[in-house]
């Protein structure tokens, strides 16, 4: 596992940054939640981001995909604007449809699942490749019976959300995601919504998911994942980049004090 | 600490033998007794009242399948049907109208409701009939062009009347229930990149459905009763049938009562009907089912003859 991941990182290394923020700024109404975000996660790399709660740092994972708009700075997923077109030098917003397409190459996984609770496991996850890019139903199914497989639930794909444990339901919402082949998955603390004994099934999914090389950004209170799987990782706090590094080096000798103070306190 | 006690006690005993059943004298429920004796003592009193009375009751089984009567319940399901139909259209666009980020579009939708909730539906139908004295002519341009009074004949003011009246009720149910689905739906679904409409048909309004089936089968009970108000505009329907043979043939109060069994029948189907719809669109909220009273029935005959014993 370790083997393919570290050859697969020297060839992404080179690339242009998968995700890249310069000066991001996002307020709601009078609350300035995020004030100035800088920072780059390169191809095929697992990006953590860890801090207190209230810091940013779903906010910031929905502005990736545009669930949430940026108020100031740059962000762009792969080379292109996030939710906006730049023509001569001036910016404008995409239209709806547009800014629909752009997230169909980004995976997001919830803390809260969000699976469609009238559909069934295998219908969840082919629901997006048939409705959105019009594969045909016997592709789609295929393709989500081997994405089921993947996450150890091919005995699951006829339940309902509500048949299945938090565990299981997370892991068809990383199947789900998976199926629209992203160049990029968010997951926004995919475990604390978990019992503690259904934590490692999902994080070997994601193991699993890094050691193929792909690109992350996991917002997540697992330190542990962070310092095995963890490519970079970023500390948070009240809507700035406090500090950022390899995970063992932030983890295990942290510079700032309200980084000491945050471990601390989860560690 | 007691119950530390009992559990060492058993635990290495291996499984405990089955307890011994209870035997024990049932709780008497006395007032079941009592208020059976008073039900029953009514329907007969109620009945002889009734069988005894001036009422031709051969009359009713006679003219159950008369020409004239299943004219008018044909007149009543058909109106019931389609003002059902623009309602229920009428109601979801005025629904998605309302959630609309464009302010004229939620204010349109927002009147509309208020002026079709905020006035009786029997006036709305008297004013449709009357809407002659506004406009003489309709006159859609190249197409049609006819006295208002021939273009708006009963059937329609009747369908205009209650089809739009009921859209404003429909509209509210709806937005309930499309306001009931979890936020968590629609991000998912968009970050699925999949479209507002998308999202919308194959996502939020199915799990809407949930929420707007049941007030919806109460709308169409409803809307079968409410249609009797279309008499005001001089529709045909069941009890305006009803009204005239009982005239014609001297059986005024049993054509009534007719017409009652009629509804009562109408209504009945409806409900088996909107039963089974809701468990359809129950499917995946709840880990299991109801039984069907289908399959309680067959439950209690086969299992339940001791439990019926200890209650009686
Ligand atoms: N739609 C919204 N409208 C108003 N305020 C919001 C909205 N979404 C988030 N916020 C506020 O933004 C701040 C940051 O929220 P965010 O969810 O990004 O924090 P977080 O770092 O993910 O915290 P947690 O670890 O608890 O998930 C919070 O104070 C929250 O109240
Ligand atoms: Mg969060």
Redesign the interface.
């Known amino acids: 596992m370790t083997t393919t991941k570290s050859t697969s990182k020297t060839a992404g290394t080179s690339g242009a940054p998968m995700v890249k923020a310069e000066g991001v700024h996002k307020s709601f109404g009078p609350a300035h939640i995020l004030k100035g975000i800088d920072l780059e996660v390169a191809p095929q790399e697992v990006f953590c981001l860890i801090g207190p709660s209230g810091s940013g740092k779903s906010t910031f994972l929905r502005c990736i995909?545009h669930?949430e708009k940026v108020n100031a700075g740059r962000l762009s997923v792969d080379g292109e604007l996030v939710g906006y077109r730049e023509h001569n030098g001036k910016l404008y917003e995409l239209r709806?449809?547009e800014v629909?397409?752009?997230?169909?190459d980004?995976?997001?996984v919830?803390q809260?699942f969000?699976?469609?609770?009238?559909?069934?496991a295998i219908e969840n996850v082919m629901?997006?490749p048939v409705?959105?890019k019009g594969e045909s139903r016997s592709a789609a199914r295929e393709r989500a019976t081997k994405l089921l497989d993947r996450v150890g639930l091919s005995d699951k794909a006829a339940g309902?959300?509500?048949?299945l444990s938090g565990g299981q339901q997370q892991r068809v919402?990383i199947a789900?995601?998976l199926a629209?082949e992203p160049k990029l998955m968010l997951f926004d603390e995919p475990t604390s919504a978990l019992d503690p004994e259904l934590v490692g099934d999902v994080l070997d999914v994601m193991k699993d998911l890094a050691a193929d090389g792909m690109t992350m950004v996991v917002v997540t209170h697992e330190m542990g994942f962070a310092r095995e799987v963890g490519d970079s990782l970023v500390f948070m706090d009240d809507g700035v980049v406090v500090e950022s590094g390899h995970p063992r080096e932030v983890l295990g000798n942290p510079q700032h004090e309200r980084t000491k103070s945050f471990l601390s306190k989860v560690l | 600490m007691s119950v530390d006690v009992d559990k060492s006690d058993r635990s290495p005993a291996g499984p405990p033998p089955p307890p011994p059943s209870i035997k024990a004298i049932p709780v008497r429920h006395y007032g079941r007794w009592v208020a059976a004796v008073v039900v029953i003592a009514v329907i007969v009193l109620l009945g002889r009242a009734f069988a005894t009375g001036n009422v031709n009751w051969d009359a009713i089984p006679e003219y159950l399948f008369n020409a004239d009567i299943l004219k008018g319940l044909r007149n009543t399901l058909l109106i019931t049907l389609l003002s059902m139909i623009i309602g229920i259209v009428l109601g979801v666009i005025l629904a998605v109208m309302r959630q609309s980020k464009n302010p004229v579009t939620s204010t349109v939708a927002w009147f509309y409701v208020w002026f079709f909730r905020g006035t009786p539906v029997y006036v709305q139908l008297f004013l449709w009939f009357n809407l002659g004295l506004v406009f003489q002519y309709i006159d859609i341009m190249p197409i049609y062009k006819d006295e208002w009074s021939d273009f708006m004949t009963p059937f329609l003011c009747a369908l205009l009347g209650l089809g739009l009246n009921e859209a404003a009720y429909m509209a509210e149910i709806c937005r309930a229930g499309l306001n009931a689905v979890d936020e968590g739906q629609t991000e998912a679904a968009h970050a699925l990149g999949m479209s507002h409409g998308k999202t919308l048909r194959r996502i939020i309004v199915p799990q809407a459905m949930r929420v707007i089936v049941p007030p919806t089968g109460n709308e169409v009970i409803n809307m079968l009763k409410t249609s009797s108000l279309v008499i005001a505009v001089q529709y045909y329907d069941l009890l305006q049938a009803a009204q005239n043979v009982g005239r014609d043939s001297g059986v005024v109060v049993e054509m009534l009562i007719l017409a009652a069994a009629w509804y009562l029948i109408a209504t009945t189907v409806l409900s088996i009907g909107q039963y089974y719809l809701e468990r359809y669109y129950a499917r995946g909220s709840s880990r299991q089912l109801p039984p069907t009273p289908l399959q309680r029935a067959k439950a209690k005959l086969s299992g339940g003859f001791h439990r019926a014993g200890g209650a009686a």
């Open positions: 995909n669930l709806d449809r629909a397409a752009r997230r169909r980004i995976g997001m919830f809260r969000n699976l469609f609770p009238h559909m069934t629901e997006a409705q959105v309902y959300p509500s048949q919402a789900r995601a629209m």
